[in-house]
């Protein structure tokens, strides 16, 4: 196998400048880094990764802790994550917490005892009183809803603004008895109560009265959650033109749930979502949803902690980012429907 001297005799310079280039030093001139890459690329060199991060203390991998795994959701987001982490050459542990407390800190714990170099977390469970983050001293960003005390970075979604904007689009295309599928609302900034608050935000601009009976609570985020809750909605006689789904995975269900109540989408009752999951555009009726742009949320969590990881301690600040979204219109609000 070819060496670093190798290369540094092909390419004509000193090792040290192939060190250099290999480890992306700014100081290297582009002919000089061409000529080297040029050379790595005929000896066909390989850069010992497991060297590289021995001699630097790290494992190369970062941890990435999600609630649930076999959420169209969190699998899309793990996705978007893995690949920004491959392009800076780092590997991706995975692992499920169950959305409990408990698994959330054991999490945490994992990462602050080095089995990673860092940690991403979309954590549900934690709220900011728990005593465990006052001790987070190594690097950590926070994905998701809740606010946390303590030096980590915080990568957010505009609920508030999504919902509101999700909720603006069914009363455009005609709605004004709009339900609002959601869990619990409590205290903490969590995602039902920030979407929640959009809904009604929306509700409150257009002159339409709030109606509690339209905001139905559901046990779990899942389809068959979604697709209970619409058919009973239907038996108990409630009036509904509109459904904004908390997630594109409730949706899915209210979708099954409405067919089976022999109610037509969009005809009789429009329907949105929230995640824009790949299965998505493919149902019929194609669902409508919020576009909350995953590679750009994990692109932003992996550099920053890339940067937490390279320059660890107190000089770095804290930074918090609301990321980017979305409406895409299809056929469950009166859109067109043949996926690109």
Not at 106 to 113: F, P, V, Y
Not at 155 to 182: K, Q, Y
Request: charged letters at 25%; proline letters at 4%.
């Amino acid at each position: 196998m070819a060496t670093i001297r190798d290369v540094a005799k092909a390419a004509g310079v000193s090792a040290m400048t192939v060190s250099n280039v290999i480890n992306e030093h700014p100081g290297v001139r582009p002919a000089t880094r061409d000529k080297v890459l040029d050379a790595m690329a005929r000896l066909d060199y390989r850069v010992n990764v497991a060297a590289r991060n021995l001699r630097k203390g790290r494992t190369g991998t970062i941890g990435f802790a999600v609630p649930e795994i076999n959420r169209p959701y969190y699998g899309r987001l793990a996705a978007a994550v893995i690949a920004a982490a491959e392009r800076r050459g780092l590997r991706v542990s995975v692992e499920q917490t169950g959305a409990l407390v408990e698994n959330e800190l054991a999490a945490l714990t994992r990462s602050r005892n080095r089995l990673y170099d860092g940690l991403i977390i979309s954590a549900v469970g934690l709220g900011a009183n728990d005593a465990e983050w006052s001790k987070v001293d190594h690097p950590v960003v926070v994905l998701g809803e809740r606010m946390f005390s303590g030096r980590v970075d915080h990568i957010a979604m505009p609920n508030v603004d999504a919902s509101r904007a999700a909720t603006h689009h069914l009363i455009e295309r005609g709605c004004r008895r709009i339900a609002f599928l959601r869990g619990a609302v409590g205290h903490d900034a969590d995602v039902s109560s920030l979407r929640q608050s959009g809904y009604r935000q929306a509700l409150a601009s257009a002159g339409l009265a709030p109606d509690a009976d339209l905001e139905q609570c559901l046990t779990a985020f899942t389809m068959e959650a979604g697709a209970r809750c619409a058919r009973q909605m239907v038996s108990d006689g409630l009036d509904f033109d509109g459904v904004f789904c908390v997630t594109d995975t409730v949706a899915m269900g209210v979708l099954r749930g409405l067919a089976d109540a022999g109610v037509r989408v969009p005809h009789d009752v429009k329907v949105i979502g929230f995640d824009n999951v790949d299965e998505s555009a493919f149902l019929v009726p194609s669902l409508s949803t919020v576009d909350p742009d995953h590679d750009t949320m994990a692109e932003h969590a992996v550099a920053r902690l890339v940067r937490r990881i390279e320059q660890p301690g107190p000089a770095v600040e804290p930074e918090e980012c609301v990321g980017r979204f979305s409406v895409v219109v299809r056929e469950s609000t009166g859109g067109p429907g043949r996926p690109a």
